[in-house]
């Protein structure tokens, strides 16, 4: 039996997928389209997404085929320098069409033994006990342990689940696409630089070969979203925001997208469960939903596999919900805000010269900038030190980098002190003794994530976190295994 149908192959599918299977999981990916989509959406990858890459051995890859930018002047595009002293060794934004980051997330995948069929839309499940009973459209039924819905803001998954999705409707719609246009690349720029003085959801940007990705704001909300715009319908927008439509030509192709933003009321329903823009939709300002379901899968991943591998201690696998739920929230009502000072009246455009000059206050141009990349997430894992529950940032060893040490998505105990051990969880953490100048505490436990379960040097406290993260221990409990590399 397949142990996880992971349904859709987007980002956040692909990466789980590859998480679960790090783990020896069987994971089957169902994709409804039979060829990866033209249609580009998100162009880069934030910080911690980018750091998720590195800690699976995947930046050199990233970095190859991207373009690094400043993260300053993401929160609503408001234009500032990027904030100093931002706790990560990737303070930048990634440009990378969402195209290619699914081509290379699908790479990893495939060399991991992830098996990805395509052309197959799930249109029914149901589950019991033992499983989760997936039908396809051809009226195939496929049997699993779980099932994860990775298949976008309009879930079949969640539907059939009848999971509540509340927030708000689109209410305003702006066009897309890649086209050709008809006049010098100088002219364009500086009609796009007068029109975004009064419009910020306009714009023209070169994506190379002539070809230029445009957005303008759509006259009214389609009755169905689904029907891409016609060339003409462009054209027309152009013309009443830019007075020009530029000659624009031979589209790529075209979409649209809406405001709607939404939440999950859960992301768990027994052997179910719902990741990515499956569990959450905003609109794209800032950036971060591809991140934000990139880094769903890191969450669930190891989790769902320690549940399958039946390792798991109880309420792990809820912990996803208990995790992520609250993060998404957040981006949804920072992107709403966002939204709204994006807009041209009056009262918004105050509130947005008020935020701008309270943003060349250092420490509130940081809060904002952790917040869009992610870096800023610390979940609740109980009092104590100021570390606990964030991720911890790539750091020198003497031996290595940090995230060199995780790329196989096992825990980790960075131990200083050479007094620790990781006891009958040698299957599932690895302890690697080694110091850093950048290491202020004795010894960390990282989970699979990266994110910090413990610090301090007390082995008898550290065997208590290590069941609460990584289950019963295996074998005598004081047999101590540390790796030298
Ligand atoms: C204009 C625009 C710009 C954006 N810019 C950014 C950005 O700069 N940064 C950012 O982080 N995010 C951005 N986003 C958001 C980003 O594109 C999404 O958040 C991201 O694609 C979500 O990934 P996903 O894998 O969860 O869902 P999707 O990418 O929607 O993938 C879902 C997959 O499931 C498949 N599927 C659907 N139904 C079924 C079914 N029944 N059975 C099998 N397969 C199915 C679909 O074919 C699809 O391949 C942008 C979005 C838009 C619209």
């Given at each position: 039996m397949v142990e996880v149908i992971v349904a859709g192959g987007g980002p956040t599918g692909l990466m789980l997928a590859s998480e679960l299977r790090l783990h020896g999981l069987h994971a089957l990916v169902l994709e409804k389209e039979i060829e990866p989509t033209r249609h580009v959406r998100a162009l880069g990858l934030h910080a911690r997404s980018i750091e998720v890459m590195d800690q699976r051995g995947l930046l050199e890859r990233f970095l190859a085929v991207g373009q690094q930018y400043p993260v300053g002047g993401f929160f609503a595009g408001i234009a500032k320098p990027s904030p100093d002293r931002l706790d990560t060794a990737h303070p930048y934004v990634l440009g990378i069409p969402q195209t290619t980051t699914e081509r290379l997330l699908t790479e990893h995948a495939t060399e991991l033994g992830v098996e990805i069929r395509r052309g197959c839309e799930l249109v029914g499940l149901s589950q019991d006990d033992h499983g989760v009973t997936a039908e396809l459209a051809d009226r195939t039924r496929l049997r699993s342990r779980y099932l994860v819905g990775c298949?976008?803001?309009?879930?079949t998954v969640r539907r059939l689940l009848g999971v509540g999705f509340s927030g708000e409707p689109t209410r305003v719609e702006t066009l897309l696409g890649e086209m050709e246009v008809a006049v010098p690349p100088e002219t364009l720029a500086a009609v796009v630089a007068e029109v975004r003085k009064t419009e910020l959801r306009f714009g023209a940007v070169p994506f190379g070969e002539g070809v230029y990705r445009v957005v303008v704001p759509a006259e009214g909300v389609a009755e169905d979203r689904t029907v891409p715009p016609t060339l003409e319908e462009v054209k027309q927008q152009l013309r009443v925001f830019a007075g020009t439509d530029f000659g624009v030509h031979s589209p790529r192709w075209l979409s649209r997208f809406g405001d709607a933003t939404r939440l999950a009321?859960?992301?768990?329903?027994g052997r179910v469960l719902l990741a990515g823009d499956a569990a959450h939709i905003h609109p794209p300002t800032g950036g971060q939903g591809l991140n934000l379901g990139i880094q769903d899968a890191f969450n669930l991943g190891w989790k769902l596999a320690a549940e399958v591998n039946g390792?798991?201690?109880?309420?792990l696998l809820d912990s996803y919900h208990t995790e992520r739920h609250p993060v998404a929230a957040d981006v949804l009502d920072h992107t709403r805000a966002q939204m709204h000072l994006l807009s041209a009246e009056p009262g918004p455009q105050a509130v947005r010269q008020l935020m701008s000059e309270l943003m060349d206050f250092e420490d509130v141009n940081r809060y904002l900038i952790e917040k869009i990349t992610a870096i800023g997430v610390r979940y609740g894992?109980?009092?104590?030190?100021?570390?606990?529950?964030k991720r911890m940032r790539d750091i020198g060893l003497q031996r290595c980098r940090l995230y060199e040490l995780l790329h196989a998505g096992r825990g980790l105990?960075?131990?200083?002190?050479?007094?620790l051990s990781v006891a009958g969880w040698a299957d599932r953490v690895d302890h690697v003794v080694d110091v850093s100048e950048e290491l202020d505490v004795p010894a960390a436990l990282l989970r699979p994530d990266g994110h910090v379960a413990w610090v301090g040097e007390d082995q008898a406290d550290l065997l208590g976190q290590m069941s609460k993260w990584f289950g019963d221990p295996e074998?005598?409990?004081?047999a101590s295994t540390i790796i030298s590399r």
């Open positions: 298949d976008g803001g309009r879930s009321e859960r992301y768990r329903s390792w798991a201690p109880e309420g894992f109980g009092d104590g030190h100021e570390a606990l529950g105990l960075l131990d200083q002190t050479g007094r074998g005598p409990p004081y």
